[in-house]
């Protein structure tokens, strides 16, 4: 990812809408039945923090560790001193030698060439039954310029995904799409782009009128409420918790 787009990151990851209701429906996620039913607090590891946006909700729910292979990211989340936070990548890399109940990853297989190998690398750190928490961007036809910006290799459908970590050796216990009440306005805005061959940009590069930013969260949070008893059809992202087996 360019270094300016991390800069961008550490700055909006608070307040911008789509932070905070990717957070909100992390946390409904992580509350529910998939992730309470345990005597002790859990090791929990994210991996690719960037620049520690999700830390601090992670870390209500267990004992946190990180892992960050930027090194301007990695001393970004280092500052909000919430947990360890140590270099590595995937799939040769992770500098740890224990395993965790809870794994996590956001928006993160998407950058990563070898994402079966990255999977089955995680396999190895993460407890038997242990849940892997994912997600990553949906549909080839979204892509845009913010995927370039963003050094994507691919997005993904619930059939490529599912391949994938099925692939890996995972059983699948709730997978969806999310972002759907947005994704007519997405799918519209990325199309004209396209044939206008305008160049959009990041997503996360314009400031967003205090207003709407305002909206666009509480639209989009709204639907942690229908996680994790439903799953959406279509969406900009996707969600799964897995199980190591």
Not at 130 to 135: A, D, K
Not at 177 to 187: A, E, I
Not at 207 to 233: K, M, Y
Request: charged share 25%; with cysteine; proline share 3%.
């Amino acid at each position: 990812m360019k270094r300016e787009l991390y800069d961008q990151l550490y700055v909006q990851e608070k307040t911008h809408w789509w932070f905070v209701s990717r957070r909100a429906i992390l946390s409904k996620v992580l509350s529910s039945r998939l992730f309470i039913n345990r005597k002790k607090a859990p090791l929990i590891l994210e991996i690719g923090c960037g620049t520690g946006g999700n830390l601090e909700l992670l870390s209500k729910f267990g004992t946190l560790s990180a892992i960050e292979f930027d090194k301007e990211a990695l001393q970004l989340s280092k500052e909000k001193n919430v947990c360890n936070v140590v270099e590595g990548s995937l799939p040769h890399h992770i500098p740890l030698d224990k395993t965790y109940n809870v794994i996590a990853m956001f928006d993160v297989l998407e950058h990563i060439e070898e994402d079966l190998a990255s999977l089955l690398a995680i396999k190895k750190i993460l407890h038997k039954n242990g849940r892997l928490l994912l997600t990553v961007p949906a549909f080839m036809f979204l892509w845009s310029d913010h995927d370039d910006l963003h050094h994507h290799k691919r997005r993904y459908t619930k059939k490529s995904l599912t391949n994938v970590l099925k692939q890996a050796g995972y059983n699948i216990e709730y997978l969806t799409y999310f972002n759907t009440f947005l994704f007519p306005v997405v799918s519209l805005v990325r199309l004209v782009s396209r044939l206008l061959k305008r160049r959009s940009g990041s997503d996360i590069s314009n400031s967003t009128p205090s207003f709407l930013n305002d909206f666009l969260t509480v639209l989009f949070s709204a639907e942690r409420h229908f996680f994790p008893r439903f799953s959406f059809p279509f969406g900009v992202s996707l969600l799964v918790v897995v199980k190591n087996i």
